[in-house]
């Protein structure tokens, strides 16, 4: 049961092959059998996991279930649940209970969705190699001794290792897809306000945005007709009408123009990892689509430009902690401002301390127009990039990462290397458009991605071309070995 997308899950729970129960059991047990190799989890709700499977196991007795229906899934630990611990991978949130559920979560629950609990992830989502987690690294299933990329790390390895069926990402610079891409499985950033971020801790709240993890293009389009959608809490959510995101999976790509930016084929690019994008290219080729070469002139400004605009935001959304209101509070402080001080020195992990001064120092009054508003205006060129590509082509194909999942430890030291890991991915944040990662081949026995980046709200548009790609090649089909079956 492990092995199946959700899609062949839903068939097998609506047809009686097997209950929600005994399939939340089976995922439980992989959890609590296998995890401790991976580490891909922080919070496991067994309980509460069994309880939503009887739950739905009588909505489907009883004829009133949907597509998602007892189907479990895994949380990252950045959305609120109520009553569940919601880390956010730090320390100063560590013993932190919400009294809400997220938007995503409640809508994903209202569908019937049974959360298997929460995974492991970058502190406040700030990481390309989930190393900055107070809960220790996460190991990607494919090579434990590589990194299964961040911030959603957990959630990649999750799925990637058999251990839930689908999961929940967000995704700021890359954070769904660059995993995605690690772990060998597919993932979909959607338009920035097209899934609601009430009850998702914020990172950098212009460029945050939530999206689905899972095995198949066709999964993940089941999780965004639940998650998508305006929510009246959340201003920034898109008021544009969602649409069903399966009914065009099948569409033909027959003229599709897909572009290809010269900028994201250029040195930095691994040369097996560059072979392994042609040859998923000459695939859509053979399904009917054109390709075309374009130029994002700017590319080459979009990590200065996110480096300054993710870490400001993040100073500002991150001095709620304080340790008065809730959250971590260091021992005995002898005022007010050693409660502030030392609550954010032993709270915050290194990275975001780094993020915080950058921020801080970004958005200080002499600085903020050489910098915040560079940033800005420099950010309005990117956009301006993909809008004029976007007049020749229907979508954008290239490499989600530079090279295959690196050696656990080999850039922790040095931030610059790190960063440069999200240089196909950020401008798409930056532009607020949507991007998928999907399999598309394998370098030194591990996963690489092709990223495709659509126009604003055509989410539906990449899931096809995304399903199309995954019905001509099996790279998404492919497991890395399962310590479980090896043990029998
Ligand atoms: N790797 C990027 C960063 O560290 C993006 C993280 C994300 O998308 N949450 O900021």
């Not at 897809?177 to 971020?197: D, E, M």
């Not at 999200?422 to 370098?443: C, F, K, Q, R, W």
Request: proline share 6%; charged share 20%; aromatic share 8%.
């Amino acid at each position: 049961m492990h092995d199946k997308t959700v899609a062949q899950l839903t068939a097998g729970l609506q047809t009686g092959q097997f209950s929600s129960a005994e399939l939340t059991r089976c995922f439980l047990d992989r959890i609590a059998s296998l995890d401790s190799r991976y580490n891909s989890f922080i919070s496991v709700a067994d309980e509460q996991a069994m309880a939503a499977a009887r739950a739905a196991d009588e909505r489907i007795a009883a004829g009133d279930a949907g597509p998602l229906t007892g189907i479990p899934i895994a949380h990252k630990d950045i959305f609120c649940t109520d009553g569940l611990r919601t880390s956010c991978g730090s320390r100063m949130l560590d013993n932190f209970v919400p009294p809400y559920d997220a938007t995503l979560v409640t809508r994903l629950n209202r569908d019937g969705v049974v959360a298997l609990g929460k995974t492991n992830m970058d502190e406040f989502a700030m990481g390309s190699s989930n190393e900055n987690s107070f809960y220790g690294p996460v190991r990607n299933p494919w090579d434990t001794s590589a990194v299964p990329g961040g911030s959603s790390g957990g959630s990649a390895a999750a799925v990637a290792a058999g251990l839930a069926p689908a999961a929940t990402g967000t995704d700021t610079g890359g954070s769904i897809r660059q995993p995605a891409a690690f772990c060998g499985i597919t993932g979909l950033k959607p338009t920035y306000g097209r899934v609601s971020r009430l009850g998702m801790v914020a990172f950098a709240s212009s460029l945050d945005q939530a999206g689905p993890m899972a095995r198949t293009a066709e999964d993940c389009a089941l999780l965004l007709n639940s998650m998508a959608g305006h929510d009246p809490q959340d201003s920034t959510s898109s008021q544009v009408p969602t649409e069903d995101y399966c009914a065009r999976l099948a569409d033909s790509l027959q003229g599709l123009r897909i572009g290809l930016p010269r900028e994201y084929f250029g040195a930095g690019l691994d040369p097996a990892t560059a072979a392994c994008i042609d040859q998923a290219l000459k695939e859509l080729e053979a399904l009917g689509a054109t390709l075309v070469e374009v130029s994002l002139p700017h590319s080459h400004l979009t990590i200065p430009t996110y480096y300054v605009i993710a870490p400001a935001e993040a100073s500002t959304n991150l001095s709620r902690y304080d340790g008065v209101r809730y959250g971590y509070r260091c021992e005995q402080p002898t005022d007010l401002l050693d409660l502030y001080t030392r609550t954010r020195e032993e709270g915050f992990g290194e990275e975001v301390k780094r993020r915080i001064l950058v921020g801080t120092y970004a958005l200080s009054a002499g600085y903020y127009d050489a910098y915040y508003k560079k940033a800005q205006q420099v950010r309005r060129l990117i956009k301006q990039d993909f809008i004029d590509c976007f007049g020749q082509v229907d979508v954008i194909a290239g490499p989600t990462t530079p090279g295959p999942a690196f050696a656990l430890g080999s850039k922790s030291d040095d931030p610059v290397a790190m960063y440069l890991e999200d240089i196909y991915t950020l401008a798409v944040n930056l532009a607020g458009l949507p991007g998928m990662s999907v399999p598309a081949g394998m370098v030194g026995g591990k996963p690489v991605g092709l990223q495709l980046i659509g126009q604003h709200f055509g989410e539906a548009r990449l899931l096809n071309v995304g399903h199309r790609f995954q019905q001509a090649t099996d790279w998404h089909a492919r497991r890395p070995a399962d310590p479980a079956v090896e043990a029998a």
